[in-house]
């Protein structure tokens, strides 16, 4: 009778409940939309998600501004932007997070078999299962980034044993990851917007040469 009793007062109390599933638009704090929004679909293999209720964009730039107050020169996490599922049960699974990276990060282009480079912000690495997005933020709100530039990376990690290693999976992981790296240098106020453009250009750069990376090894 208790239960029911809640249950009762719950329904009478005019109190809506939030909706269980949203489209991809209302995912991450609303940041996905034209390209963006289509690639979470072709990705997720769905056009309907778990909705978190949650808005963390505003959290994570916290995290960055604090972690680049505190010095930190190397990776460190700012937190978890939001993690995408789809309805359908089988659907992959997005984990979108962003931190701080040391500056000879970027010259490192080593990357696993599934991912490729692309030339998009410091460095762009799209894969089947990881891709990372390094841009550079001069901002009012970063106290001496004009002489010293906050070094933020964005990190994704895709899960769906089904996945195809195709090109397309790889570019819309990328364009996923992108918009959410955008948003949060327009959030920071990042001159330029942290060199990112407004919709993704993905263009692949050339692979590294493994004759000469082994003959310079030698």
């Given at each position: 009778m208790l239960a029911f009793g809640l249950g009762v007062s719950a329904c009478g109390s005019g109190?809506?409940?939030?909706?269980?599933?949203?489209?991809?638009?209302?995912?991450?704090?609303?940041v996905f939309s034209g390209?963006?929004?289509?690639?979470?679909e072709s990705a997720i293999g769905d056009t309907s998600f778990f909705a978190t209720g949650d808005?963390?964009?505003?959290?994570?730039?916290?995290?960055?501004?604090?972690?680049y107050a505190d010095g930190q020169d190397a990776y460190t996490s700012a937190g978890e932007l939001c993690v995408i599922n789809g309805e359908k049960r089988g659907s992959g699974r997005m984990d979108i997070s962003f931190g701080l990276y040391k500056p000879e990060d970027?010259?490192?282009?080593?990357?696993?078999?599934?991912?490729?480079?692309?030339?998009?912000?410091?460095?762009?690495?799209?894969?089947?299962?990881?891709?990372?997005?390094?841009?550079?933020c001069v901002s009012p709100q970063l106290d001496g980034s004009d002489k010293d530039p906050a070094r933020i990376v964005g990190l994704m990690s895709f899960r769906d044993?089904?996945?195809?290693?195709?090109?397309?999976?790889?570019?819309?992981?990328?364009?996923?990851?992108?918009?959410?790296?955008?948003?949060l240098a327009k959030n920071l106020e990042c001159e330029?917007?942290?060199?990112?453009?407004?919709?993704?250009?993905?263009?692949?750069?050339?692979?590294?040469?493994?004759s000469q990376e082994s003959s310079q090894n030698g």
């Open positions: 109190e809506s409940e939030e909706p269980s599933f949203v489209g991809a638009g209302k995912l991450c704090g609303s390209d963006a929004r289509a690639a979470v808005d963390k964009l505003g959290e994570v730039a916290t995290g960055v501004k604090d972690l970027v010259l490192d282009d080593r990357h696993s078999a599934d991912q490729r480079l692309y030339a998009l912000g410091e460095q762009a690495v799209a894969g089947i299962k990881n891709s990372s997005l390094r841009f550079e044993p089904k996945a195809p290693e195709t090109q397309a999976l790889r570019e819309d992981n990328l364009t996923v990851l992108h918009a959410a790296s955008f948003a330029n917007n942290g060199g990112l453009p407004q919709k993704a250009v993905l263009r692949p750069k050339p692979e590294p040469d493994p």
